[in-house]
């Protein structure tokens, strides 16, 4: 890939996003305009990606490198992008080798503008910005509101981090026309059912299941939903995110929005019961000497009751914990829930479950048949389910 990186400030955070695309296994080729030498060393880039920093339109490279580097980039991001490089861009201006790879390139380009906010929300630079988007078909990411060089901006003109980036640039690679367009929802995470303000039944749901499918969907190029009860985890960028506390408001939550989903994917541990009182203030040991009794009530079952108001021909899939007869529990709830797949888990499997990095399942079907897929990252887990959902879209809009 090309790194364009242009004379602002947030260059500095163009070197971490150097090193951490080459440590993805990226060929990472960086190109440097001259005001961006003001602010990073072609040294620094060197270092990180052990490729020579490319800064010249004409150099010993040879005089057609604009047109190599073009044309062997599968994709081309520049970060952090100017208000002056957006002008030139929109131009088709052909004056440094940056620009002139643009024009050279038919690889997705993906921008990360980065300026003070006055600028950002200047007429000119809006109107070059809509221009790169719309005519160019540039995929613009960012600026988002919060601390500039120069104090606290009121408005928008901070870049993207680079972990964000990254991801972006894989939207860019990956996008499929499976899921390009398509509606996403996913449930992720425990829900928390209060006993009094402090306490709560809960699970040991981690949430990331459902947030590396949240990813996964969102590069494969799906607008992506994500109702998420108490997690740790950062919201993944690009998704839009409601966060609940309760079965009950995730259950709501997702009669909010289902109407519309492609796609629903239920990867929340949701708590079956809650306490049928839960009390106003912090419950007291010693108003209860003899142990405190607290009755469980049934919550609603949200990927079940969500049957009938699915859109019409659109896919759901349900996972099933379970520490005994896996297969037969799970061919059930394919049954009750109206899934299309289920993905069965056992708990009680190393590597398998809550709070792990990695994930063994075995995708069972409405047909009966089951896949056993090998111990993977839950990253990995989430692209083999995506791919199969893949396939049913393609299937049902008939591709
Ligand atoms: O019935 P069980 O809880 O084992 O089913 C698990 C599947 O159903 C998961 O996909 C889970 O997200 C979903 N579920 C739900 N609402 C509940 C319980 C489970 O959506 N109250």
Redesign the pocket.
Known sequence: MVLGVTGGIAAYKSIQLARDLTRLGAEVQVVLTRSAQKFVAPLTFEGVTGRPTLTDLFSAEGAALHIRLGREADVICVAPATADFLARAAQGRADDLLCTTLLATRAPVVLCPAMNDKMFSHRQVQANLEHVHTELGYSVEGPVAGALAVGEGEGPGRMIEPSQIVQAIGRALGRSPDFTGRRVLL?AGP?QEPIDPVRYVGNRSSGRMGYALAEAAWRRGAEVTLVSGPSSLDAPYGVSIVRVGT?VE??RA?RDVIAKMDVS????????FRPTDPKGSKVKRAASPEGLAVHLE?????????RDVRKPGSIA??????TDDLIE?ARG?LE??G?DL??ANDATEDGAGFGTDTNVVTIVRPDGSTEPLPLQSKAEVAEEILDRVGALLADRSGG
Do not use: H, Q
């Open positions: 449930t829900t079965a995730m259950d997702v994917i239920f990867a929340a541990a949701v708590a079956d049934e919550n609603p079952d949200i990927a079940k009751g969500s899939v349900g996972f099933a914990l379970e529990n709830k009750r829930k899934l289920v993905v």
